[in-house]
């Protein structure tokens, strides 16, 4: 069996963090995140940037139409998802808009959390 | 050179110089910041010596340097910004680029401002702000809210275009049109708050509908023999030129019907028909801002009210409906026929689209009703719709209106 484990917090909450718990945070998910690779059970998981910088996907009458935000509606529950490489957001709402279910629900469009190396 | 001057010359190049810096340096923020520092140079020495040849060029290249200053300064040197430098430094001499490229550089910003990720106000803020060059005390004025506010939202939308990824770009041919119709809607929205406000004091600020004028000109410029912008540009042209005779001096609403003809801006007006013609003898299927604009230029065109050639405005209006039907056309296209086939026939078409619920809240359909029932004699109806009416706008003058009529009727 493969299981989707998603992770739901107050963004708000969570940036006002100082460093030194965001700190504890980071090596705490890292450490977890070892683990599960070691232990075989990892597949893929990252950090998402915040909802400010999501947008929403619709194709309606064949038309994609985008609104500025997260996904907020409580009728419709989350029922799958795909990472995908994109070369900008106009490629990944191309993308996004091709998903069947972009037709009779939405889709959340939301940057990967990338690391300074 | 006085200060005064040299702001005119920022005001002037500001949108610019921005568009092109970010190409340079990729990032919003930093170019914004660096020609903040390039200001204050200019504004030490142009008031000193003569002005550069080319304020512009003069402006980006100082600023360009300000960038590499500013990332050099940064405490943690890594390897990517040592990369950043390097082609910024490449770029040194990109600044004698040919003015095609300057151009796209504009358009660039312009479709970036206004792209579909961002909610519409956000796109008039960023537009107001980083186009137009307005300051961001006077953008959260345009937007009623307090200046700290819209700072943070700018602030969101900035970050927004850098961690979502929202490219810097022309788009290409397949997405150009609706992208086109896009930054339209932004332009029109920007007009239709100066022309006739959301709520306040005044029922006009000149300050928006002059900038969606100017945006107007400037899409124009950069994307010649585009119907739709064309269009824009006339019915937005055609409206302002109207200015000076829809209101009077105690900033009470002057009513079209009673307007004084002679105070229109004739030499504006011109411009307007002229543009006009153009829009509508452009290939391609008509676009309804040229047809909207047709209707103004019969407007400005009649010598009085009554000698208004009203058959052919509601004609167009049937026009429009078929191109991009909405409620409150018909509501624009019922007024219209008020005048070919009278009030009664109108109050028909109002209470048919009322019926289909097409216009709950549109805060002008009890003024519409209003007027049509006083014109029918139906004087307690009438004060019944326009008491309805002035609960429905924020606008002082609209409710000062309102009054007179209900006065009127006494």
């Known amino acids: 069996m493969q299981y989707l484990l998603m992770i739901y917090q107050n963004e708000v909450e969570y940036a006002k963090n100082d460093a030194a718990t965001s700190q504890k945070m980071l090596a705490e998910y890292q450490a977890f995140t070892q683990g599960i690779v070691q232990s075989g059970n990892f597949k893929a998981g990252d950090r998402l940037q915040p909802t400010t910088t999501a947008t929403t996907v619709r194709v309606r009458d064949g038309k994609t139409l985008t609104t500025d935000g997260p996904f907020a509606e409580t009728r419709e529950q989350l029922g799958g998802y795909y990472l995908v490489e994109a070369k900008d957001l106009n490629a990944a709402i191309e993308i996004a808009a091709r998903i069947p279910s972009a037709r009779i629900g939405s889709i959340e469009v939301r940057p990967i959390w990338v690391y300074d190396k | ?136 005390a006077q953008v959260a004025r345009a937007f009623l809210v307090s200046e700290e506010a819209m700072a943070q939202r700018l602030v969101r939308a900035k970050q927004k275009i850098r961690l979502a990824g929202i490219p810097y770009e022309v788009p290409e041919r397949d997405a150009l049109a609706p992208r086109l119709d896009g930054v339209l809607a932004v332009v029109y929205l920007v007009f239709t708050e100066g022309y006739v406000a959301t709520s306040g004091a005044d029922l006009m600020r000149l300050d928006l509908a002059a900038e969606a004028i100017r945006l107007g000109r400037l899409l124009d410029r950069l994307m010649p023999g585009r119907a739709g912008i064309k269009g824009l540009l006339a019915l937005m042209l055609l409206h302002d030129a109207r200015r000076a005779g829809r209101a009077n001096s105690a900033g009470d609403i002057v009513l079209l019907e009673e307007q004084d003809r002679t105070l229109w801006d004739r030499a504006q007006i011109e411009d307007g028909l002229r543009l006009v013609d153009d829009a509508l003898r452009t290939p391609g299927r008509p676009q309804a801002y040229a047809v909207q604009a047709a209707i103004a230029a019969l407007h400005a065109r009649a010598p009085s009210f009554e000698e208004t050639d009203w058959p ?99």
């Open chain 2, 312 to 410: 052919q405005i509601a004609g167009l209006y049937e026009v429009l409906l078929r191109i991009n039907p909405s409620p409150v056309i018909e509501l624009n296209h019922a007024a219209a026929v008020s005048m070919v086939d009278g009030p009664a026939r109108a109050l028909d078409l109002v209470d048919a689209i009322t019926a289909r619920g097409g216009l709950n809240g549109y805060e002008l359909l009890p003024a519409v009703r209003a007027d049509l029932l006083r014109r029918l004699g139906r004087t307690q109806d009438a004060r019944e719709a326009y008491v309805a009416a002035t609960k429905a706008t924020q606008l002082e003058p609209l409710r000062r209106l309102y009054a007179r009529r209900m006065r009127e009727m006494d």
């Open chain 2, 1 to 136: 050179m006085n200060p005064g001057e040299i702001d005119n010359i920022f005001r002037d190049e500001a949108g610019r110089a921005l568009a092109t810096l970010i190409r340079l340096v990729g990032d919003f923020d930093l170019a914004e910041d660096a020609l903040q520092d390039a200001f204050a140079v200019a504004l030490e020495r142009w008031t000193v010596c003569e002005l550069p040849d080319n304020p512009r060029a003069w402006l980006v290249n100082v600023a360009r340097h300000k960038a590499i200053d500013r990332i050099r300064r940064q405490t943690v040197f890594r390897g990517k910004e040592q990369q950043l430098v390097h082609e910024l430094e490449l770029n040194a001499q990109a600044v004698d680029e040919p003015p095609a490229m300057l151009d796209d550089d504009m358009l660039r910003l312009i479709f970036t401002c206004c792209h579909p990720a961002f909610s519409p106000e956000v796109q008039v803020a960023l537009t107001l702000r980083t186009i137009c060059g307005l300051s961001t």
